[in-house]
């Protein structure tokens, strides 16, 4: 696993772009886009990626980037936070069982202020399994601004539930071959938008 802090240069026009929140609002109504790098990128997350794995476009191995933004912030959204999982080929998990995870797992923080919870936590390989609530068996990040964190998307993780704060975080998974559905949720992404079964039931989104 790699951290590093202050990864974007504030000047870096990136880093600018990110400032606008409406930004990580509009990704966060998308269930997740599949970006090859064939094309330009097409977006500021798009030029993130490049920005963050620009090295390893073209590599026969790695067929593309699928990407998706978590927003926590009572102005906007509140979503309910993923419990312990692998990333993996959902589709094929769901129809044949198997589990194929990405290469690599990338998790990039915007905005976060004030935050209780939200820790990400990543089982530790030893201990990799579906239920694990041993703290002493489980590497614990806490998010922070221009933050970055890289790891193996086949040790269990998740997002513990947060209780008050804002946390914009932006998730990049490195796939050999596409996920089964990549292409259909690429083409039909308006279909993917999840705001509504996001909001978190217990809490009713302020209205503004
Ligand atoms: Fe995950």
Redesign the pocket.
Known sequence: MIIEDSYLDENNEIFKRLENKEEWITLSKYAYRFWTAEKDPSNVWEELIKYMWGDIIGNPDVAGFEYWGNVYDDKYERYWC?GW???KDEKLAETKGETICPKV?TVYYGSCDNLEGGFLEIALPEYNRAHNDDSNLTERIFPMKNRIVIFD?FRW?RVTPITNGIRYSF?VNIWEKPPSDAWTTYKDYDKYHVVEDRIEPNKPVKES
Do not use: C, N
């Open positions: 993923p999982h692998q990333d797992s998307p993780h998730q």
